[in-house]
Every structure is written in structure tokens, then in C-alpha cells.
């Protein structure tokens, strides 16, 4: 799921979150949440998460929303990758629904603005890759 992250990542996802759903769901142990800022990019991300987990013997047991690009599900059987547009993502609100289950969040690489200056010094997103797992069963 890290590397799934990662890929996400490296191709401008906006926002990234990983939901441990596998207690309270039987079909799959893991939904990652994906979103990008328009339908090409969810396509283009779609694309190399296919490709990739391909050349490491995982392939998708179903993957459907391709064509309209709004939201695209990955079937992995242990995981599901849900990618939308940043619109759909909060109009579903996945992690709404599913609020009781733990998250792993994963924090965005830093971005330097033309001085070099950290864009989100504020914002929590200025590490690399990084995995958190948080109980979210109080």
C-alpha cells in the first residue's frame, strides 16, 4: 500500500489516505483513497498503478470508472484503490463512512516555491512518503 502511496504521489495526487477496513468489511482488508484534480490525472494515475503493480505478478481483479475518469475503483481483492476528482472524494466522503476503522495517513513530499522556501511548512505535508497508522476507535 506504501508503494501504491508513493506512485500516487510521484504523479500529482492532491490527497492520499489509507483506511484499514478489513475488521468491519469481509470483501477486502483495505481501501486507499486517492483524489487528483481532474479526470486526466485520476487516468494517469489509474494507468501507472496498473502498470506497475502488473510488473510485480498483482493484478486487478476488476477495475471500472476508467472511461468518465470521476471515480475510478481498483479491485485488488485485499485492497481496494478508490481514485476520484477532488469533487467526487468529497461528495462520497469515503473516510466519512467509514470513520471507525483505522487510518493510515500518508503525508505528501514537500514542495519549494521558486525561493526554495517550504510551500507547506504549515499544512503537515512537508515529508516524504510517510505512513501513520491512527486508531480511530475512541
Known amino acids: 500500500m506504501k508503494y501504491i502511496a508513493g506512485i500516487a504521489d510521484e504523479k500529482k495526487a492532491d490527497y492520499i489516505k489509507i ?6 468489511l469481509a470483501i477486502t482488508d483495505y481501501f486507499i483513497i486517492i ?7 485520476t487516468r494517469r494515475i489509474e494507468e ?3 502498470v506497475r503493480l502488473k510488473k510485480l505478478g498483482i493484478f486487478a481483479i476488476n477495475i ?6 470521476s ?4 479491485d485488488y481483492d485485499d485492497f481496494v484503490v478508490h481514485l476520484f476528482t477532488d469533487e467526487y472524494r468529497l461528495y462520497y466522503d469515503l473516510e466519512r463512512l467509514w470513520r471507525d476503522s483505522k487510518v493510515i495517513k500518508v503525508r505528501a513530499a514537500s ?3 521558486a525561493a526554495g522556501t517550504d510551500v507547506n511548512k504549515d499544512t503537515g505535508e512537508d515529508f516524504d512518503i510517510n505512513i501513520e497508522v491512527e486508531d480511530k476507535l475512541n
Open 19 to 24: 483506511l484499514n477496513v478489513g475488521p468491519r
Open 35 to 41: 483524489s487528483a484534480k481532474n479526470t486526466r490525472l
Open 71 to 74: 471515480w475510478i475503483l481498483m
Open 64 to 69: 471500472d470508472g476508467v472511461s468518465e475518469g
Open 48 to 50: 501507472e498503478i496498473e
Open 111 to 113: 514542495k519549494k516555491s
